[in-house]
T-cell receptor, first 117, second 112 residues
Framework: EPEVTQTPSHQVTQMGQEVILRCVPI?????FYWYRQILGQKVEFLVS????????KSEIFDDQFSVERPDGSNFTLKIRSTKLEDSAMYFC???????????????FGQGTRLTVV | GNSVTQMEGPVTLSEEAFLTINCTYT??????LFWYVQYPGEGLQLLLK?????DKGSNKGFEATYRKETTSFHLEKGSVQVSDSAVYFC???????????FGPGTRLSVLP
């Protein structure tokens, strides 16, 4: 069964360093998403991406964050200068259809646990 | 704004007990409603969904009915198993929107 894969499963980084979280969405999907879950808190939307551009983003997704689909298969989330409060589980998701379509479930990856020290 | 509220956990049950995890939402209009499950060490998996009022989603013995009048989507299972131990997330999504709004999650532990 097709699945969304994320690497690495766990990343430890020093405050101020740049990190790149990687995701391989399901191959025929068109919409891609990043969510995060701070330990013990709810899952929060960060950004959605379609047709090589951001289609929607939340307040959390500030100038320190960026997304890219560099090669047609990977979908990356970059945090330029990590802060302690960026420590969280980051989930990538993809869906086959998006805006204007009903029943568009999203498939989630296993997540990357980012720890900023 | 749109929000999802779930009962606080953790919920601890004995095997074969009846499970209810309450979920209510606040939203304008009629979103689609979902339950996602997160098993230990794994990502979010869709458990079931309902896209309109009075729809019942079901999967693996779990059920939830979309109740517009009470803005609820409570998750139920008649007889839980140890393997059901996980965190359960209620979520809503607009039919014509993109991002999910998740509840805080409810951790379920089932004891043998």
């Amino acid at each position: 069964e097709p699945e969304v894969t994320q690497t690495p499963s766990h990343q430890v980084t020093q405050m101020g360093q740049e990190v790149i979280l990687r995701c391989v969405p399901i191959s025929n999907h068109l919409y891609f998403y990043w969510y995060r879950q701070i330990l013990g808190q709810k899952v929060e939307f960060l950004v959605s991406f379609y047709n090589n551009e951001i289609s929607e983003k939340s307040e959390i997704f500030d100038d320190q964050f960026s997304v890219e689909r560099p090669d047609g298969s990977n979908f990356t989330l970059k945090i330029r200068s990590t802060k302690l409060e960026d420590s969280a589980m980051y989930f990538c998701a993809s869906s086959e259809r998006g805006v204007g379509k009903m029943n568009t479930e999203a498939f989630f990856g296993q997540g990357t646990r980012l720890t900023v020290v | 704004g749109n929000s999802v509220t779930q009962m606080e956990g953790p919920v601890t049950l004995s095997e074969e007990a009846f499970l209810t995890i309450n979920c209510t939402y606040t939203a304008t209009g009629y979103p689609s409603l979902f339950w996602y499950v997160q098993y230990p060490g794994e990502g979010l998996q869709l458990l079931l969904k309902a896209t309109k009022a009075d729809d019942k989603g079901s999967n693996k013995g779990f059920e939830a009915t979309y109740r517009k009048e009470t803005t609820s989507f409570h998750l139920e299972k008649g007889s839980v198993q140890v393997s059901d131990s996980a965190v359960y997330f209620c979520a809503l999504r607009w039919n014509y929107g993109q991002n999910f709004v998740f509840g805080p999650g409810t951790r379920l532990s089932v004891l043998p």
